[in-house]
Every structure is written in C-alpha cells, then in structure tokens.
C-alpha cells in the first residue's frame, strides 16, 4: 500500500492505557526521511527540518510504544486526528516488573468525555478502545461508544468501534474476574473485535484447541453476540511451527461466517506492544478498503453475502496490516540482537540483565514509518473452513 493512499479523512477517540511520556507528532515527523534522521552531541532531528530541538529529542530517544502511546502515535502518522483518552498514566509498561503511575477512575474517563461533548469535539468517525482497570471502567468505555453511536444514528457507516478486550494471555487473566461479564454484556455494540486467543475463548465461552474450534469460537461470537468483523491475533496451536497467524471473519446477513487466515513467519522475541499497534493499523487499513469498495455509508461497513472471504477489504486491511508489522518487528530484532551483543557477562544473569532485553526489545516505530506507510505485501489471506483441523502456528511472536 503506497504512501501516497493516505486515510481517508478520520477522526478518532483512542482510550487505551497511556506509558511514559506522549510523543508529539509533529508534520516534520510525519513527513521527515527516516534514513536521513540522525543525533547530535545533544540534539536529534531530521536534517533540514526547523522542528523543536527538546520535542523530537522525546519522540526518538524514548522508546517505550505501548497502549495509547503505540495507537495515537501510529494512527497520526498515517493521516487521523487522534485524541487519547488515557485509561492510565504508568512511567513504563508493566513487563518491566515495575513501574509508576496512576489508574483513571471509571468517573474521570466519564467526565474527560463530557468536557470534549461540551466543547463540541466529540465529533468521531471511529473509536478505539483498549485496557481498562476495572469493570466500572469498561463500563463507562461502553457508554462512550453507545453514545457515539446514538449520534450518529442518522448516517450509517459514519461511527465505527474496534474493541481490543485486554483481559489476558497465555491462559492468565490478569484484570478483575468481573471484567470478563462487563466485556461480554458490551462486544455486541462493537463493529469489530480484536482479541488473542485466550480472550476469544473467555468471551465465546469455547475452548480452544485448533482451527476448527476457532473457526465454531468466531462462528460463536457472531452469532451470539452479533458481531460484524472479529480478528484473533497471535493465534498459534504449536511451539515448534516457525509460523503464527490471525484469523478473521466479516459476518453474512444471517450472522455465518466468512473466515480467512493468514500465516506468517513468527519472529523469536518477546516485543510489548504489538496489539496496539494491530489495533492502530487495522483502523487505517480498514477504513481505507472499505471506502475503496464503497462501503464507507453502509453499517459497520458490512460488504455484501457474494463477496469471498479472501476478498473482503477487512481480509485486505489484515495483509497489509501484516506486513507492515513483520518489517518493524524484524528490524526491530536486528537492533534489539545488535544491542545486547558484547554485555559484560557478570550481567548475563539476574534482574538487570532481565530489563536490558526488555528495553532492547522495545518497537523501533519512529526508526520505521516507511514500513507503517508502505506495506509489501507477501503472506495473502486464505479461506478457512469451520472443517479446519489444521493445527499449525507458533508462539513466538507476542501481542
């Protein structure tokens, strides 16, 4: 997808939890070279530019891209106006087994919501929401998106919610058992879903053990709770596949699936977020496909029974999505591979070199924005059958 396709005109309202500091997306980073950028004795910016020394010194020397830092940074710098609602204010992602900050009450998410309506700046054409702290949070993040919804009653296709219901991974849960119900009472006023694999076993009540079960899972959440578009990332049934893949589905009028999948090479590193960046760029991708069908006026931009499953804009919006992810993450592993080489070895053990690999690891997004704004696409997205067995994949490739 050339860079020249920029996102049609978009709006969005990203509430998701907010680590380290935000950076600015200025034009000069939107528009600078990456490969002309380069740092001084003190200074950092792109050469030529007239951009303010103290910000962009924030926006490439600090690496920390996750929740809202991840999403907003992502979605501006492929053409949306982004305002984030943070759902908290950490100093540093928790796989750091650390950190500082302060968790939004379920009323201050309320209340922030209230001050842009009053303002008149609630004027969304999507929203995007992500970790919430608590079930009176995820609660009052619903309100938001029926409100936004009721607002634009009158023009189908002008308010889209893609939900990420962070609750947990790998078989843990780690928010509040009562989280679990407040998401499932909620999902069905969602335009699409993108959950793990685990939080798709907790909102279909499934579980999941291969392909054909994903396939009823999805087949499940459609039907059960009417949900138009449903993503399953990092979805692997094998340790010893080199691939992972997601799995996708756009409902038919009767709620039946259409289900493709794409597989891809998983990468050996642990990388923190990842989701929010899928979450990011799937509302870009996406937004862009269905206005190219002509989907943009029709509800939760919904193609129609006769369209294949390999060739639905949101089975598109997922290659592209891939293949931008793939790049940054595989160069990201080159310069997190680079930075750990050569440590002392009384630092080969023990909890600082734990946190070294943590912050090596870290998303190279800013380094990498071509790679957001042009994809090659290599991996295509296949049918898949609700017969499917297939159990391949991998886990090595983290949300």
Not at 263 to 272: A, K, Q, R, V
Not at 320 to 342: C, F, I, N, P, Y
Request: glycine share 6%; hydrophobic share 40%; with cysteine.
């Amino acid at each position: 997808m050339s860079s020249d396709s920029l996102v049609p005109e978009t709006k969005v309202l990203a509430i998701a939890s907010h680590v380290g500091m935000q950076p600015p997306c200025h034009p000069c980073v939107a528009k600078a070279d990456t490969s002309r950028l380069y740092m001084g004795e003190s200074t950092c910016w792109p050469a030529g530019s007239n951009f303010c020394q103290a910000q962009l010194k924030v926006v490439l020397m600090r690496r920390r891209y996750v929740g809202n830092t991840m999403a907003a940074f992502v979605m501006q710098v492929l053409g949306c106006e982004v305002a984030a609602l943070n759902t908290v204010q950490f100093s540093n992602h928790t796989g750091y087994g650390q950190f500082k900050g302060t968790k939004s009450s379920a009323q201050d998410i309320s209340d922030i919501y209230e001050g842009l309506k009053q303002s008149h700046l609630a004027d969304f054409d999507v929203m995007l929401s992500g970790y919430a702290p608590s079930a009176e949070s995820v609660e009052a993040v619903g309100s938001i998106a029926r409100d936004l919804r009721l607002r634009a009653t009158m023009k189908p296709g002008s308010f889209f919610w893609v939900l990420d219901p962070v609750m947990g991974d790998d078989g843990n849960i780690y928010v509040n058992e009562d989280v679990v119900p407040m998401y499932k009472s909620l999902i069905r006023d969602a335009d699409l879903i993108i959950p793990n694999l685990f939080e798709a076993e907790l909102l279909s009540d499934t579980k999941i053990a291969s392909f054909s079960s994903l396939s009823a899972a999805i087949a499940t959440l459609h039907q059960t709770h009417r949900i138009p578009h449903i993503i399953i990332t990092s979805v692997s049934f094998s340790s010893l596949s080199p691939t992972i893949s997601i799995v996708g589905s756009t409902a038919r009028a009767d709620l039946s699936p259409r289900l493709f999948k794409i597989d891809f090479p998983s990468i050996d590193c642990f990388f923190s977020g990842t989701g929010d960046m899928f979450a990011a760029l799937i509302i870009v991708r996406f937004r862009q496909a269905a206005t190219a069908s002509g989907l943009g006026s029709t509800r939760s931009w919904l193609s129609p029974d006769e369209v294949e499953a390999t060739q639905l804009p949101l089975a598109k919006a997922a290659e592209h999505v891939v293949a931008s992810m793939h790049s940054v993450l595989q160069k990201t592993k080159v310069a997190r591979d680079d930075a750990l080489e050569g440590i002392p070895e009384l630092d080969r053990a023990g909890e600082n070199l734990r946190l070294r690999r943590m912050k090596a690891a870290e998303v190279r997004i800013v380094r990498n924005l071509a790679d957001l704004r042009e994809s090659k696409v290599e991996w295509r997205a296949e049918g898949l059958g609700s017969e499917s067995s297939d159990d391949g994949g991998s886990e090595k490739e983290e949300e």
